[in-house]
């Protein structure tokens, strides 16, 4: 038991002193007042364990870190990147659906672009459908990120992406967003912005799988979506890497429309398409693999660039 108390101790510890050093900091890195206070709370501890008062100091330390860090608050206020300066405002009257600054960018590398942002409207009695993304960009299978592109009949998709809000200078990294460095917005693009700019320009590996859903269940899961857009825009929220993620907040949308049940999977994105497939929220008529396959569409995003057809070139599926 005193073992399991002091590992509990030394991992408290660990978590004030990386979120000393990493709560909250923004593109500029940790400033100089953090390492001030790093070196004083590891002297508090030092000194406990000299004379004895090591469980006092320790748990002293921890709870005055803890403290400050529930003072850390997300604001809509910073100095953001150009491609999410501006968040999506949000409206559905009856059956319309209008997004204002939709992001619909032209890139020619992936820091070289056309800024376009654009109001959009779309009749949700035209909804067909929602296809689940994942975009491979690490070796590491776990690591994915996760999107969605809602598909209607008279009208452009509309692909809605949960990401960091980035400000100028700053790069996602996932020890990070565990320690509320970044704010979290919903994306909502046209495909052409969101499929070029991972498939073509960073050249990673995208899968879209056409999900199970009725017209009814799709127009669920948007209205959703939507909400959460909307809840951003007067509440900024901070990402985090396990509990509020690209694939965790999808599914904690999805679990207002499906019943999705306990799976370590939804905080690993890398393996959210396997579990889609293990619930049969996607397609199941072949094995796994084989549909991970079949619905690749890296090499059509890169042959359909810049066609007006795109959103229906990269669907051809050869079966």
């Known amino acids: 038991m005193k073992r399991l108390a002091a590992a509990a101790l030394a991992l408290w510890l660990l978590w004030s002193a990386a979120a000393v050093w990493l709560g909250g900091v923004g593109p500029e890195g940790p400033w100089p007042w953090r390492a001030v206070g790093l070196g004083v709370g590891v002297a508090i501890v030092g000194w406990g364990a000299r004379v004895h008062r090591l469980w006092a100091t320790g748990v002293g330390v921890g709870v005055a870190v803890l403290l400050w860090y529930a003072t850390l608050r997300p604001s809509a206020d910073r100095t953001w990147s150009e491609d999410q300066s501006r968040l999506p405002r949000v409206s559905i009257v009856g059956d319309t659906l209008t997004v204002r600054d939709l992001r619909a960018f032209r890139y020619r590398a992936t820091d070289d672009w ?42 452009q998709p509309l692909v809605v992406s949960v990401e960091i809000r980035k400000e100028v200078g700053e790069r996602f990294g996932p020890v990070r967003g565990l320690f509320r460095q970044f704010e979290l917005m919903y994306v909502l693009a046209d495909e052409r912005d969101a499929v070029e700019l991972r498939a073509v320009h960073r050249g990673n590996a995208v899968y879209l799988h056409p999900m199970r859903a009725t017209p009814h ?18 509440h900024p ?16 949308h999805l679990q207002e429309v499906f019943d999705l049940p306990l799976d370590h999977r939804i905080y690993l994105p890398g393996y959210s ?30 042959a359909a660039q810049g066609r007006p057809d795109f959103s229906d070139a990269i669907r051809t599926v050869a079966r």
Request: negative net charge; hydrophobic residues 45%; proline residues 0%.
């Open 114 to 155: 056309d800024a376009r942002w654009v109001d959009r409207s779309w009749d949700l009695t035209a909804l067909q459908g929602v296809d689940f993304a994942v975009e491979r960009f690490s070796h590491n299978e776990a690591v994915a990120h996760t999107f969605l592109s809602f598909r209607f009949a008279d009208a």
């Open 217 to 234: 269940q799709s127009r669920a899961f948007l209205e959703s979506l939507m909400a959460g857009a909307r809840a951003i825009e007067e």
């Open 237 to 252: 929220r901070f990402y985090n890497t396990v509990a509020a993620s690209c694939t965790t907040v999808l599914a904690q």
């Open 273 to 302: 398409d396997a579990l889609a497939f293990e619930l049969e929220l996607i397609e199941t008529d072949v094995d796994f693999e084989a549909t991970r396959q079949r619905h690749r569409i890296t090499e059509r995003a890169q």
